[in-house]
């Protein structure tokens, strides 16, 4: 096995295109624990921390062909560990700024309302919208909302990033509450 050690991060980068998973796994040894490092240290999470690394050597290996390297390894992967876990502080901002949302619209439905309300149609305009979701927005939607799978239960089994998962719950919550408005919430 050759030793990676003596060459300079450019050169890793740009044998990591030409010889792939021998550089990556050097890489990978060398940077794991600073890179959970300083993610743990920012999230206080050990499990997301260690997804902060997973995602960040997975997009380092999506990106191996084209990986144009302007200084060094190491400011890489601190810019990288910074810039996912402000992603991720973001996606959980927005989650808790739509449940306190969702909470809200449920307190401007007064009593005489609910009473008024079909439930049944309610519940029969729900499916519609949600049979009407793109196939992957609806299996997604359904694993977390009937199954109670978390995002990276979702995620591992669809074989997706947690991003992924993401991106289809806002689009699937985004198109319900178009149809709903503010009974959303007595649905779910």
């Known amino acids: 096995m050759r030793s990676y050690s ?3 991060d450019v050169e890793l980068a740009g044998l990591l295109a030409v010889e792939g998973e021998a550089v990556f796994r050097y890489l990978y040894d060398k ?10 240290h920012r999230l206080n999470d050990a499990t997301e921390a260690e997804e902060v690394v997973q995602d960040i050597f997975t ?3 999506r990106r191996r062909s084209t990986l144009n390297l302007n200084h060094n390894f190491d400011s890489y992967f601190a810019v990288a560990a910074k810039f996912e876990v ?3 502080l973001s996606r959980s901002a927005r989650a808790t700024a ?8 449920l307190n401007t439905v007064d009593e005489s309302t609910i009473q008024q309300l079909d439930y049944a149609e ?6 519609l919208t949600v049979n009407a979701l793109p196939e992957k927005c609806r299996i997604i939607f359904h694993l977390q909302h009937e199954k109670g799978y978390t995002h990276q239960q979702i995620a591992e089994e669809l074989g997706i990033s947690t991003k992924t998962v993401d991106a289809q719950l806002v689009k699937a ?13 007595l649905v779910l």
């Open 6 to 8: 003596t060459f300079t």
């Open 31 to 40: 940077y794991w624990n600073k890179i959970y490092v300083i993610a743990r």
């Open 98 to 105: 739509f449940e306190k949302e969702m909470a809200a619209s």
């Open 122 to 127: 309610l519940q029969r305009l729900f499916h």
């Open 86 to 88: 402000l992603n991720r």
């Open 59 to 61: 997009n380092l290996w």
């Open 173 to 185: 919550r985004k198109t319900l509450r178009g149809a709903l408005g503010n009974l959303l919430g």
